[in-house]
């Protein structure tokens, strides 16, 4: 790889000074004092722009319609591979939330060659890896096989084994099912899950991205038959890419990958079309009742961008300077200066749909005023002022110094390029990502934050006491209760 790093200046001393601003006016809230962070000694920041180039990986298409990409890193005896199946979560038929998840999870629990245990034994034996998820909201499903490039044979057979002949035994599946429920109980407990499903389903309604998660009725309702035809149906090898990064060369890892994926029947697939997000919704508050809870957990945001839109580098931007980490201004208004939280954030998804940007932070409930005080401040600042280009300095070289760092870690690089394939990105895409980055400018933060933090359509979910808590949240815009079952409430 050919790099080039002129000067970035990641190293930034900074003392937080508080001092008082103006006192602002958020969507249906009173006016209060807000403060802002003022830098000093602050290390000077290099205008030069990150020159890079990234390696790029052999594609090949093989016979049977798979694509595999190959990326050659020789710095460790190591090789991982990444097999990205073009269908998840969001297929999920209506009546059945967590079919994805559930065959991707009993991927490991038995094949026609081995049993759980035999397969897990095989794995550890080699002090390998296999793993297989599907998360909800993703529009596909990850299995991920690494270690020592010595057993490269052995590795690509054993996660050949789980993903291509599955038997889903049916005492495995009796213990998922257990598994699964006392899973779905905790979760009622869990502030952070109750706040993001509350959220999901307030700004996609019908969309399939508002199931966050599974139901008793649909784990109590898994069957072997449903396991097998969505895994038929899906894992075929046209809706597949396979990469691989590591200590090999491209010739001998197509060989083996033919060896043990090239049996790999096709067949054309029907995939699902998710169509248009719904509109967005007008701004309402939505509180999730834990009674006694000591502390309110806040998530608010609305819609962000595809991760192909031309704009989306610009909500990255924007998204830092706001939320994206400690040195951003949630972070310096919330936590240093205001000492109401641990930590606030903000974040933006990564997918083929609109997916989700949103701020979020736990706070004492005692605070939770003047925490939605300052989150509305925050909101109305970065829309209405331009971002002082010292702070968009700040955070477009901390974005590629990021980016920069990662470029040492080959199965990052492998998912870059596995996003390239997924997205239909260009394929200079990454050479070119710091330099679209430095040309994001204080009136293209600002047009991004006008666009997508849209004070009219936020959507708000607080998770706590609603006692203590529901009329504060009033004098911000209309409340609907829910329990931590998810009924509304009267």
């Given at each position: 790889m050919r790099m080039k790093i002129l000067s970035l200046g990641l190293v930034t001393l900074t003392i937080?000074?508080?001092?008082?601003?103006?006192?602002?006016?958020?969507?249906?809230?009173?006016?209060?004092?807000?403060?802002?962070?003022?830098?000093?000694?602050?290390?000077?920041?290099?205008?030069?722009?990150?020159?890079?180039?990234?390696?790029?990986?052999?594609?090949?298409?093989?016979?049977?319609?798979?694509?595999?990409?190959?990326?050659?890193?020789?710095?460790?005896?190591?090789?991982?591979?990444?097999?990205?199946?073009?269908?998840?979560?969001?297929?999920?038929?209506?009546?059945?939330?967590?079919?994805?998840?559930?065959?991707?999870?009993?991927?490991?629990?038995?094949?026609?060659?081995?049993?759980?245990?035999?397969?897990?034994?095989?794995?550890?034996?080699?002090?390998?890896?296999?793993?297989?998820?599907?998360?909800?909201?993703?529009?596909?499903?990850?299995?991920?096989?690494?270690?020592?490039?010595?057993?490269?044979?052995?590795?690509?057979?054993?996660?050949?084994?789980?993903?291509?002949?599955p038997n889903f035994p049916q005492d495995e599946l009796e213990k998922y099912k257990k598994r699964q429920i006392a899973n779905l109980e905790q979760q009622r407990s869990d502030p952070d899950f109750l706040g993001e499903e509350r959220f999901r389903h307030a700004v996609y309604g019908s969309f399939p991205a508002a199931v966050f998660a599974a139901t008793r009725e649909s784990v109590?309702?898994?069957?072997?038959?449903?396991?097998?035809?969505?895994?038929?149906?899906?894992?075929?090898?046209s809706n597949a890419i396979l990469g691989v990064a590591g200590d090999v060369k491209p010739s001998e890892i197509k060989d083996l990958v033919l060896k043990y994926f090239g049996g790999w029947k096709d067949h054309p697939i029907d995939k699902a079309k998710l169509g248009d997000v719904p509109p967005p919704s007008a701004f309402k508050?939505?509180?999730?009742?834990?009674?006694?809870?000591?502390?309110?957990?806040?998530?608010?945001?609305?819609?962000?961008?595809?991760?192909?839109?031309?704009?989306?580098?610009?909500?990255?931007?924007?998204?830092?300077?706001?939320?994206?980490?400690?040195?951003?201004?949630?972070?310096?208004?919330?936590?240093?200066?205001?000492?109401?939280?641990?930590?606030?954030?903000?974040?933006?998804?990564?997918?083929?749909?609109?997916?989700?940007?949103?701020?979020?932070?736990?706070?004492?409930?005692?605070?939770?005023?003047?925490?939605?005080?300052?989150?509305?401040?925050?909101?109305n600042r970065i829309r209405d002022q331009q971002v002082p280009e010292n702070e968009l300095d700040e955070s477009r070289h901390a974005i590629v110094a990021n980016f920069a760092l990662s470029l040492e870690q080959p199965q990052r690089l492998l998912n870059y390029w596995m996003l390239v394939q997924a997205y239909g990105l260009p394929q200079d895409y990454w050479d070119r990502y710091p330099e679209h980055v430095a040309k994001v400018n204080q009136e293209v933060v600002q047009t991004a934050a006008k666009k997508y933090v849209d004070l009219a359509h936020l959507q708000v979910v607080c998770v706590g006491d609603r006692k203590q808590i529901e009329d504060v949240l009033k004098k911000y815009g209309p409340v609907e209760v829910y329990d931590a079952d998810g009924k509304r409430m009267p």
């Open positions: 937080f000074c508080p001092t008082t601003l103006l006192r602002a006016q958020g969507e249906g809230q009173h006016g209060a004092s807000a403060s802002k962070v003022v830098r000093l000694g602050r290390a000077p920041v290099s205008k030069d722009i990150l020159k890079v180039t990234l390696p790029r990986p052999v594609v090949t298409k093989l016979p049977n319609g798979l694509t595999l990409l190959v990326l050659e890193q020789h710095k460790l005896p190591t090789v991982a591979f990444s097999l990205r199946i073009q269908s998840g979560a969001m297929t999920d038929p209506k009546d059945m939330p967590g079919l994805a998840m559930f065959t991707a999870d009993m991927l490991k629990e038995g094949t026609t060659h081995r049993t759980s245990s035999q397969l897990a034994s095989d794995v550890d034996n080699i002090g390998s890896s296999l793993n297989a998820s599907a998360r909800f909201s993703s529009d596909s499903t990850q299995i991920s096989a690494s270690g020592l490039v010595t057993n490269t044979d052995r590795i690509l057979e054993l996660m050949s084994d789980a993903t291509l002949n109590s309702g898994i069957s072997q038959a449903q396991l097998q035809a969505f895994h038929d149906r899906y894992y075929v090898p508050i939505y509180l999730v009742d834990r009674p006694g809870s000591v502390q309110t957990n806040i998530l608010a945001g609305d819609y962000g961008a595809r991760r192909a839109d031309a704009d989306y580098i610009s909500l990255v931007v924007m998204n830092r300077v706001l939320g994206g980490g400690p040195q951003a201004r949630l972070f310096l208004n919330l936590r240093e200066d205001k000492s109401y939280t641990y930590g606030a954030y903000s974040q933006i998804g990564d997918d083929t749909y609109r997916a989700a940007w949103y701020a979020n932070t736990e706070v004492r409930t005692a605070v939770t005023d003047g925490s939605m005080h300052e989150l509305m401040y925050e909101f």
